[in-house]
């Protein structure tokens, strides 16, 4: 699957986030990048940044958060465009609801680990 194709299954991701959610996200910016970090070749997505659960009063003037679609390691782990799809779907509702505090135990609980 080419790059650009890609990029559209994580913007379309992106848009079917439920609008009430989507209207909360805060000061994030979302990017796809073909490679993980050589430190970690199988991840598939990551969030850096401050969660809003510990952002305080004091939260301003800091650079967007970031959340990171890894292209390579997902498209190696599915067989078929709808496998891709699937995981792209997941992965970004993975990295998401880390911006809005939830940790992976409780993702892994819901279905998203």
């Known amino acids: 699957m080419s790059r650009g194709d890609f990029e559209g299954l994580v913007a379309q991701a992106l848009d079917e986030v439920p609008e009430e959610l989507a209207a909360l996200i805060d000061n994030v910016a979302v990017f796809v990048e073909d490679e993980p970090p050589a430190s970690d070749p ?3 997505g990551i969030y850096e940044g401050i ?3 510990e952002r ?4 301003g003037g800091v650079l967007p958060d970031r959340i990171t679609i890894y292209r390579s ?4 782990i599915c067989e078929t465009v709808d496998d891709v799809v699937d995981e ?3 992965t ?5 609801a ?3 505090g939830i940790d992976d135990a409780r993702l892994h609980e819901l279905g998203y680990g």
Not at 56 to 59: F, L, P, Q, V
């Open 51 to 53: 969660p809003l659960t």
């Open 56 to 59: 305080g009063h004091d939260y």
């Open 88 to 90: 792209v779907n997941i």
């Open 98 to 100: 880390h911006h809005f």
């Open 92 to 96: 970004v509702v993975h990295e998401i």
């Open 42 to 44: 199988d991840l598939l």
């Open 73 to 76: 390691p997902t498209l190696a």
